[in-house]
């Protein structure tokens, strides 16, 4: 009770805070102090140049954009770097030269250090009308929270994790599941463009509630192909037929695209790592348990991919989840592989 009181009143002021940053950006717009976003207009900033934040961050920087990075392991910012990138030693430093700050971390933990530290995160260093973008996929009431702080000193913040791993980073063919204020969603669009398709979901924590709706729907998935594969090799079937013919039928999936032929390969470089699916699907899990659902497919997922972790395989991409039922049944597709699957 006591919890679900305080949620409410978080909710009460984040709605409070961000409809009076609104009603000021409205009123910028309307005596047309807010100018377009567009590469001579609009500065940009980028903290976090992981797996995936390294592609998004170079189709901004294709686009034209001036773009200041930082990152915990400057080497991963290098090649960013050599294409034009400027570097910021910390997050503060990165929000004072921009206009619109990126950010596409690892956990809620690094979301709340690099967006909220009181000395060196970013919105000590944004400007009144500058915009924070959370990319990570997070805590929605930590979504809100930045939404209330970011509006209390006249700026904005939307949550808008993404879906669609490393390919659909490289190929800006990504799904953003957008929250915040729909006007600000919409201003900064020709951002979002960039990287993929923007779905507006509603008011702040409304990207991460989408997102980790779109995270369980994949444990499932990645849980049915994975028991597939393993029925179709005990069956002595062969397995890239077996795939190909399912992958147009009912049973097709992007899961099944992006990680089949990767599984039959033994290519589990992570475009997604277990780690940070399984802090994913725990968050999921709380959120289950703060509204009182029971998604069992949701817990067994989470149990098989915790078990990856506990086998030393959190830095694997999240089709290794191939290992963990091959344990449970003593078998392994490895032996089953063609010499046409393995070119």
């Given amino acids: 009770m006591l919890h679900s009181l305080r949620r409410l009143r978080l909710q009460f002021h984040t709605v409070l805070s961000i409809s009076r940053a609104a009603a000021h950006i409205r009123r910028s717009m309307a005596s047309g102090t807010s100018e377009p976003i567009t590469p001579s207009t609009t500065r940009l900033g980028w903290i976090g140049t992981g797996v995936m934040g390294r ?10 954009y001036t773009v200041t990075v930082f990152t915990r392991t400057a080497s991963k910012a290098q090649s960013l770097l050599e294409a034009g990138a400027k570097w910021a030693s910390t997050p503060l430093s990165v929000a004072s030269q921009s206009d619109v700050v990126f950010s596409i971390v690892g956990y809620p933990s690094d979301v709340r250090h690099v967006l909220l530290h009181p000395s060196s995160g970013a919105l000590c260093g944004l400007r ?15 979504a809100a929270e930045i939404a209330s702080a970011a509006a209390a000193k006249s700026c904005s913040s939307v949550d808008a994790p993404v879906s669609g791993g490393d390919r659909g980073a490289r190929n800006a063919a ?3 599941f957008a929250g915040g204020d729909e006007l600000i969603v919409r201003r900064i669009s020709p951002l979002f463009s960039l ?5 507006y979901m509603g008011g702040p924590g409304k990207g991460q509630f989408a997102k980790l709706a779109n995270q369980i729907t994949i444990a499932s998935t990645m849980v049915g192909l994975v028991e597939g594969l393993i029925y179709a090799h005990k069956a002595g079937l ?5 795939l190909d013919a399912i992958s147009t039928g009912a049973a097709g999936s992007k899961s099944l695209d992006l990680y089949g032929s990767r599984i039959l390969k033994r290519d589990f470089e992570a475009g997604f790592f277990v780690n940070h699916f399984v802090k ?5 899990l709380r959120e289950c348990h703060n509204m009182g659902l029971a998604l069992p497919g949701l817990a067994l997922a989470q149990q098989l991919y915790l078990s990856l972790k506990a086998h030393g395989e959190g830095n694997l991409g999240t089709q290794a989840l191939i290992l963990a039922v091959e344990r449970l049944n003593n078998v392994s597709l490895e032996p089953a592989i063609s010499s046409k699957e393995m070119a």
């Fill in 55 to 64: 592609s998004m961050c170079a189709h901004l920087l294709n686009a034209g």
């Fill in 128 to 142: 009144p009308g500058g915009i924070l973008v959370d990319m990570t996929t997070s805590d929605p009431s930590l």
């Fill in 174 to 176: 990504l799904s953003i």
């Fill in 195 to 199: 990287l993929g398709k923007v779905n």
């Fill in 238 to 242: 062969d397995l890239g037929k077996y």
């Fill in 280 to 284: 994913d699907l725990g968050i999921c």
